[in-house]
């Protein structure tokens, strides 16, 4: 559930259940948790339910949605976690049962099970070096004193072994914190290049990533590295190159080393030891991670090697969380936005298709509607800013989602006008009826309103509506700071004079229209009208009803 601190004066602090697999918070009275508070946006975030976990969606709201005090995006949600919508409301989320809400990253099922492989590799590894050492415990005790002496050399080798599995253990179990840290990958990538360099005892290090993109490396973070993260230095070629390979270096020692020993770079930088591997994840490799040591005393080797590669490994995983998550509040934002103006179907519909939107100048037929309400300004005049306010919402709400269940498009509001387009950004063979469909049910809709509106004492909203078939150039318009996707044309301007020829309560439609839905509507003729702005006279007709 939710307990809710409007923090404003004389309002009380109040609970709500969150039970639903949907919960939307906002403003609007449509939503399921209504929120009347200063700088709440009239559809704020939603709360969904996705199996155990709870997850806060923010729906590309003005003044943000923050958890904990640091705003976000999308966030699984723990027991006793601090919301806040905007700056004057304050949620908090109470977990029924705390101990399934906890954070869980999302495609993580990967990670613990090859975790679990390692695990379970050095715990074999050590059960034996634990046999071995009770048995020669035994031998031990069961042996002449004078001999007793050999025993200490004889098990030189297990208690390296030993060692050597609690190295990769610890190393392991660092490797394995960073799967459930911070989702920010700046801060993730920093602390897998950290714990490598702990593990292996190296001087220095960077870590270089595959832009999904553009597919090229470039250096995310690095330490000590200097003037040598130049293009051609032997740092760069060898993490260059077991990225581009897939495969481990080791340089053990240059100055023993065939491939290296003489290589005047190495020399010059004093690099004694380095390695690198890459971050693969099954057969992609998402960069690799290089560390070296210019110490005289501390070379790496094989077992350094696969000490390294273990950590990668996780690391990896690490990494590929980070990008899946970013991925996902990319998704989960677009959808946000594109259902600001498109209905649910269609969404799903372009989410289904990659989320490929045709923008930028496309020819295509569409339908155009525009609806305005009839003497807005004298009623403006007349009515308190805060009653007119709430007409407005309730009216573009209601009158939105008869748009969006005839699937169209909102393109914009322009004072007291709708814009409506059927037809992009996806275009069915009915694009034309669905719109007259959703203009007659319009005006069905406002005449109920109307009727409580007078019982109210309030004034009745008339509308008339306009609608024109035809080509447009569909696409992003606007500048390079602010952009909208709409539709220009002729078509556009002649459903826009249409509309203000209507008389109240009545849809009038292009002979375009007319052509394609005839035989589907009944309609009369008002004959052939000039349009302001418009040289050519346009026939038009008033539809009076569906047919059925």
Known sequence: RLLVDPQQPGAQPYSVPVTAATTHLGRA????????????????????????????????????????NQR?????????????????CRLVFIADDPSRTSPVEPATADAPSALAKDLAKIRDEMDRVSNTLTMMGKQATNQPLQSQAAVPDASKQDVLAMSRAFRRLAALYQASKLLASDFDISKR??????TAMEVTGADR????????????????????????????????SI???????????????????????????????QIRSAMCVPLRIEDRVLGSIYVDTRSATHTFNEEDLELFASVAAQAAFAIDNVQLYQRMVETEKKRANLGRFLSPSIVEEIMRKDGVLELGGTKRIVTTFFCDIRGFTPIAERLPAGTLVDMLNEHFTAMT????????????????????????????????????????????????????????????????????????????VGSPDRMEFTVVGDRVNTARRLCSIAEPGQVVIADTTYDLIKNRVKARAIGT????????????????????
């Open 29 to 68: 009275e449509d939503n399921t948790v209504s929120l009347a508070i200063e700088g709440v946006s009239r559809h704020h975030a939603k709360i969904l339910r996705r199996g155990d976990q709870v997850v806060l969606i923010d729906l590309n709201s003005l003044n943000g949605t923050y958890v904990n």
């Open 72 to 88: 976000v995006v999308e966030r699984v949600l723990s027991d006793r976690d601090e919301i806040r919508l905007g700056g004057n």
């Open 189 to 194: 990538l920093s602390a897998v290049l950290d």
């Open 205 to 236: 290090g960077f870590l270089m990533v595959r832009d999904e993109t553009t597919g090229g490396l470039r250096v995310s973070v690095a330490r000590e590295m200097g003037q040598d993260m130049r293009a051609g230095s032997p740092s760069m």
């Open 239 to 269: 993490a260059g190159r077991a990225a581009l390979a897939g495969e481990p270096v080791l340089m053990t020692d240059s100055n023993s080393d065939n491939q290296y020993s003489g290589s005047e770079s190495i020399i010059r930088q």
């Open 401 to 476: 989602k008869i748009i969006f269940d005839f699937q169209g498009t909102l393109d914009k509001y322009i004072g007291d006008e709708i814009m409506a387009v059927f037809g992009s950004p996806l275009n069915r063979d009915d694009d034309a009826f669905r719109a007259v469909s959703a203009a007659v049910t319009i005006q069905a809709r406002n005449h109920e309103f109307n009727v409580k509106r007078q019982e109210a004492g309030l004034p009745p909203f008339e509308l008339g509506i306009g609608v024109a078939t035809g080509e447009v150039i569909a696409g992003l």
């Open 529 to 548: 009208v000039m349009l302001k702005g418009k040289e050519e006279a346009v026939h038009a007709f008033e539809v009076e009803a569906i047919l059925p």
